[in-house]
């Protein structure tokens, strides 16, 4: 039962022979509606619903519909295309073998500068 901003359970534990009682402030407890207004708030606040609105909105006033109304919102948000995500893989690999050549010449450079400091 609900008394103030209390709840107050009845739970029995098998491993007790007789049911102990149980209180709950309400702090400690949220029920299913409390939990989706909760979640509610948090999509609103962080800019989410006002996101999916302006997507749907956008796939709405289109004079035709989209074969893939997913690829269509993922455009919209702004997720990577295919062709986007191969571009920055092919960039990253480029950059990698980039760092390894200037890791090698940093090394070939060291050396030097170590066996002309020990030539003095």
Known sequence: SIVGDRILCLH??????????????????????????????????????DA???????LYEEPERPANAV????????????DDVAAIKAENQRLLEELNQVKTAFQELNAKIAEDGDNE
Request: without cysteine; proline residues 7%; hydrophobic residues 35%.
């Open 71 to 82: 690829e269509y919102v993922k455009k919209f948000i702004g997720a990577p295309q295919q």
């Open 52 to 58: 999916l609105t302006r997507v749907l909105v956008g």
């Open 12 to 49: 029995f534990l098998p491993q007790l022979s007789s049911p102990h009682i149980v209180l709950l402030t309400m702090s400690n407890y949220q029920t299913p509606d409390s939990k989706k207004e909760e979640f509610r708030k948090y999509l609103e606040k962080s800019g989410v619903i």
